[in-house]
């Protein structure tokens, strides 16, 4: 005779887990994966931003340069201000790479709750570091082009770039609030 229900150890060990490290399902062994890819979509897309931000403005101001060379580095805030964004989403990285816990014992101490937190986080730094660069580069090259003919734009270009910034900014500055949420219930169930 076959018996009609194997054991629950002979079931779980059909489906592919082992004894020696339980399957919980707050904490699953795929939860760090969610952290790790918050960590890089926060660096990849603000770096992205920043790099498109650096490039389009840079452009401005190369032409600008050809012009009147003498406002070059008044007008070489739009290239900083885009490089910012690239810190932004460094720092969320860091913060995010630096709690993720691979195993604790035996088991998983990283939960699926902190790993989506540590994804929205990355997610919400990232792309406003992607949305500001965009606005940064294209306001910072038009600005500049602008600033050479007409000088009393100046200070409304910096204006502009300010709040332009500042989107990325907004997206730091949540992405900090969720990576601290964080659930600590590995192995309770």
């Given amino acids: 005779g076959h018996p009609q229900n194997p054991p629950k150890a002979t079931k779980r060990r059909q489906r592919g887990f082992s004894d020696a490290m339980p399957f919980d399902e707050l904490c699953p062994p795929t939860a760090p994966f969610f952290g790790f890819m918050g960590a890089a979509v926060a660096l990849i897309f603000a770096n992205l931003g920043a790099a498109y931000g650096t490039a389009k403005s840079g452009v401005g101001v190369s032409s600008m340069g050809v012009m009147k060379p003498d406002l070059i580095m008044k007008s070489i805030i739009p290239v900083v201000m885009a490089g910012v964004l690239g810190i ?8 995010i790479s630096n709690n993720i816990v691979a195993v604790v014992g035996t088991s998983v101490g990283y939960t699926l709750y902190t790993g989506f937190a540590h994804l929205g986080a990355g997610l919400c730094c990232g792309m406003s570091g992607l949305a500001a660069g965009v606005a940064i580069g294209v306001a910072g090259d038009a600005g500049v082009r602008a600033v050479a003919k007409q000088s009393k734009m100046y200070v409304g270009m910096v204006l502009i770039l300010i709040f332009a910034e500042a989107l990325g900014l907004y997206g730091l500055i949540i992405g ?3 990576t601290s949420n964080s659930s600590d219930v590995c192995g309770m169930a």
């Fill in 88 to 95: 932004y989403g460094l720092i969320i990285a860091v913060i």
């Fill in 176 to 178: 900090l609030i969720m």
